[in-house]
């Protein structure tokens, strides 16, 4: 017996968009910038996804100085070098890179809330 020629559809992914989006992400090297919420009204500003060639450190400096805050450099085994800064600058730290020559407005990518 032979078996009839049944056409199976594929199963329909709804999260293909944005797994396609995840991969396209890292070949275009977007610089993400974040915020995490502590305790209460504290918050943390994450920027990662800086090129390898710039000093984080100098950056951080200039960051720290210009915003009035503080801040660190953190090793991620995944993410790499992480920029953390206290409080909500999301805003403040893509104008800062912008103006600075260090990524292009289209290559930032701001997240949260």
């Known amino acids: 017996m ?15 968009d944005a797994n396609a989006e995840d991969s396209g992400a890292v ?24 090129k390898k060639e710039f000093s984080y450190n100098k950056i ?13 450099v953190v090793q991620d085994p995944e993410l790499g070098q992480v920029i953390q800064l206290q409080g909500d600058q999301r805003k403040n730290v893509s104008t800062f890179l912008v103006q600075a ?6 290559n930032i990518k701001i997240h949260g809330f």
Not at 2 to 11: N, R, T
Not at 27 to 37: C, G, L, P, S, T
Not at 60 to 70: G, V
């Open 2 to 16: 032979s078996e009839p020629d049944v056409q199976i559809p594929s199963a329909f992914d709804p999260f293909a």
């Open 60 to 72: 951080l400096k200039d960051l720290k100085k210009e915003f009035c805050c503080n801040g660190t």
């Open 27 to 50: 070949a275009k090297d977007y610089v993400h910038i974040r915020i995490q919420q502590r305790n209460g009204r504290k918050s943390l500003t994450t920027v990662q996804g800086l």
């Open 101 to 106: 020559g260090i990524v292009k407005k289209e």
